[in-house]
């Protein structure tokens, strides 16, 4: 290693910043939550670039190929960054470091820490240790011969099991007038589907307490947040290893009714559900709970009953059509949305074509389409009869049109109508505007003051396609459960 000789003096500012990027899902980004609080706990910043920050965190789901192969490269043009600061640290975090664990370090020598998805509480720790050893040996003029990978202390891999971990996700910042908040009710799953290395990354179903949850629910409606949406990979089996029924009612919808209990709470949501515990007692539960909003998203998968067999997701399609002609019955306007695979091992012309007519039959809200890509070490990915690229590519291409054709209907359907809506504050995408959702989850941009941000009241619907709808604020209202049902 190169002898470096003088003091650093990089760290003239008290405290670190950091930045984190997420890659991924709404439980990646609960979890990112999770790392920036206790981060700013200890009195980190957040900084809004990464190239100005002293710990760059890239937190990525290793669901789907894309957000694996995209928070790689980041981190390969992270390397820039490295040598021109050489004492910021580098990290990756959640399920790609848990699939991957110490072999990120191999190709991208910059990298530092490297924490799985039972860790992210000792993120903090960890990064602390971290950044006081570079402080302590990083100067101003670092010899271009030194190698980072010279000490192995530099890097930190953790990507072990730890009991209880399911409990450490329970707090967050809140940005000024935030109303929505994610809350994570469970870590890992036990369906392990062909296809899904999830039961690999998060390990096995562990769910929190009613009261724990129920706990950081209150503690956020107290600081602001009107409405709440409750995680977990397969949300609705919450609980089935530890707490018992009762009344016939499953663990979930004990869960829902005492979350929906608490005062000054407007909207409850949940994501995402598997078909077979949407049973009886949910489905009542969507009649009950006034609170719980017109949306459900219920991923099917495939339409082909041979192609859900060779999946191990345990219904049919006709189950599952049944299911959503019974939640419809219940809730009516209620909205469907659902995630499908094209191109699973062995998925031919006619299966495709029956998942192709279940869409058009079902009329979905919305959709999240992907061609299916072969995960390390799930059965799926071993499979014969693989489907060819340009095929998969082909029936994404045609579902999507599909799926753009519903959508664009659904969100015709209530063109000229009074939504409620509660606003989230400015439009990522054209910030002159402000932008909020609808109780069935539909985005809604219009023309507003900030203050109106965190409120909750009726916009009326001008326009509207396939991804959004545009209207002028009418009405501003306090009530909790006047909807955009039908
Ligand atoms: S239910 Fe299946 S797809 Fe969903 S997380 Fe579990 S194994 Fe993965």
Redesign the pocket.
Known sequence: MAQLARPCIIFARPMPKFFIKTYGCQMNERDSEQVAHSLMARGYERAVREDEADVVLLNACS?RDMADQKALGKMGMLGRIAKERPHVVFGFLGCMAQARGESLLKNLPHVDLVVGTQKFHRVADYVEELVAWKRDRVTEIVDPGYSRMDDPRFSIVDVAEEAGSQETIREQQLAPRQATAFVSIMQG?N???T??I??QTRGAERSRSIDEVVREVRDLVARGVKEVTLLG??VNLYGRHGIPKIDNKSPFVQLLEAVHRIDGLKRLRFT?P?PIGFRDDLINALARLPKLAEHVHI?LQSGSNKILKAMH?AYTAEKYIDLVHRIRQTRKGIAITTDIIVGFPGETESDYKLTRDLVEQIQFDNAFVFRYSPRRDTPAAEMEEQVEEPIKEERNQDLLRVVDESARRAGERLVGRDLEVLCEGRSKTNPARLMGRTRTNKIVVFEGDDKLAGEIFEVRIQQANGFSLYGTPVLPTSRAASSDRA
């Open positions: 669901v799953c369906m392990h589907c296809f899904c999830v039961p990979q397969i995402s598997h991923p997701r």
